[in-house]
């Protein structure tokens, strides 16, 4: 559906850079037409100061609608595993290790299908909606049916994802991941099945199926990219790496990096080198490769990531979650390596927390304060390029319509300033009142109510 001409009158913006008092925007068929920002000394921009307070909609014409708070470009959530939401609360207790809790992820990956993981992608999208995510970047490895038959449509399960994203009203790129291998030259095995295509050559077959399945005018400026994934330089063989960097072709190429010791060292029992190393040495690192979590890196692991300007996609609060531990975000920003965010497995949807987390993380490991500037923290919440929307993430003419508006009265953020600072270290989730994502409303406060329930339904038939 075609968004609407409309009109809003912010009262205060994070525009170009910098937070301003009185932004008028334009927007039609999902983009910004006009950005007009506030004349000298006026609070508000001279054509649009009167009248804001009552506005009357006369047919035919455009009346700015007044937006109170503090609002900012729409965020990205550049690594999430849909189905990982119903884990929350359920795996975060007791002891144990990454390997552990993939055990209690790989029992509820077994028991998903095309529609509960549907109504189950669809309500954490929408949760996600609320907390002012436009853009997810899905990770996405669950394929085929549990003994690992593929479904009569072998990428029904993707279509379920595509189709739940748009029904929550956010873009989505799917990350069609390639799953080969349990470990170094091992086989895939239990629920793993259902994640691996048999070979290469099965992989690429499928993804070129999903390509040609899906319509024109969900990829052409629409809100569907279609990319590449790496799971893990344990799951798929060095002869393949190569191969999907070939195919990606430009297109968004996404890898979990270095997110354990035990993965580093096997790789360099396999293969002499690193895993950042092998990768390169494939021809996988660049500006459209993204590497998830990066977080046990050598020095020249980060030169690398660095000299190629590939993505390291942070996801603190799984990464703390987990005990994986906290990696080098700052040096790799200073490196070369732009810096984005992401949800992961949704044990906190909440950007606002990523950003302020990649600050807090670097203070506990270096027990120094003042690494990021709110300014650098909301950058990294916003940037969509890594997904293959490079036209989104700000408030400017011809970029996507997204406009993400946060409560600057509330008992987190009241007094702290309604700026950048009020958004990147006081602000949660729970602030924001109003979403739109290419010049839709897709989040309005008081539909937490309705999201909270679509989550608890979706989870309980999962596990009923």
């Given amino acids: 559906m075609t968004a609407q001409a409309a009109a809003y009158l912010l009262e205060r913006a994070w525009v170009d850079g910098a937070v301003h008092d009185g932004v008028l925007v334009e927007i039609e068929a999902g983009r910004f037409t006009r950005v007009v920002l506030p004349r000298g000394n006026s609070r508000f921009p001279a054509e649009v100061s009167a009248g804001m307070d009552e506005i009357h909609r006369v047919p035919g014409e455009t009346h700015p609608t007044r937006l109170p708070g503090l609002t900012l470009p729409g965020l990205a959530n550049c690594h999430s595993h849909a189905f990982h939401r119903a884990l929350r609360g359920r795996t975060q207790t007791g002891r144990g290790t990454f390997w552990t809790w993939r055990e209690q992820m790989y029992a509820v990956a077994g028991r998903l299908d095309p529609d509960s993981y549907f109504a189950l992608a669809r309500a954490t999208y929408r949760e996600m909606a609320a907390s002012g995510i436009t853009t997810v970047g899905e990770f996405h490895y669950l394929h085929h049916q549990p003994d690992g038959t593929p479904y009569d449509d072998p990428n029904e399960m993707g279509h379920a994802l595509i189709q739940a994203a748009q029904d929550a009203g956010i873009r989505i790129a799917l990350l069609d991941t390639c799953y080969l291998s349990s470990g170094f030259g091992k086989p895939v095995e239990g629920v793993q099945v259902r994640y691996s295509d048999g070979d ?43 191969r999907i960097a070939e195919r990606a072709g430009g297109s968004p190429i996404h890898v979990h990096l270095s997110e354990q010791r035990a993965e580093n060292q096997e790789c360099l029992t396999a293969y002499g080198m690193t895993p950042t190393a092998l990768l390169h040495d494939a021809g996988v690192l660049g500006p459209e490769a993204t590497a998830v979590h990066a977080t046990h890196l050598t020095d020249a692991d980060i030169a690398l990531l660095g000299q190629t300007r590939t993505n390291s996609c942070f996801c603190p609060t799984t990464e703390r979650d987990l005990g994986d531990g906290i990696g080098p975000s700052r040096r790799l920003h200073t490196a070369g390596s732009p810096i984005t965010l992401g949800s992961d497995s949704h044990a906190v949807i909440d950007l606002f927390e990523e950003m302020r987390a990649l600050e807090m ?55 702290t300033g309604a700026d950048e600072n009020t958004a990147t270290f006081a602000a949660t989730a729970a602030d924001v009142t109003q979403v739109l994502c290419d010049g839709r409303v897709v989040f309005s406060r008081g539909d937490e109510g309705e999201i909270g329930r679509e989550l608890e339904a979706s989870i309980q038939g999962l596990r009923s």
């Fill in 200 to 242: 290469i050559d099965g992989w690429s077959a499928r993804q070129d199926a999903l390509e040609s399945g899906l319509s024109p005018e969900r990829r052409q400026g629409g809100p569907v990219v279609l990319g590449s994934a790496i799971h893990s330089v344990r799951a798929v063989p060095r002869e393949a790496l190569a």
């Fill in 361 to 415: 993380d670097e203070r506990l490991a270096t027990e120094q304060r003042g690494h990021w500037s709110a300014a650098e923290l909301l950058n990294a919440g916003t940037r969509h390029p890594s997904l293959g929307f490079a036209d989104a993430g700000t408030i400017a003419v011809g970029q996507r319509a997204d406009l993400v508006t946060l409560d600057t009265t509330t008992v987190r953020t009241a007094g």
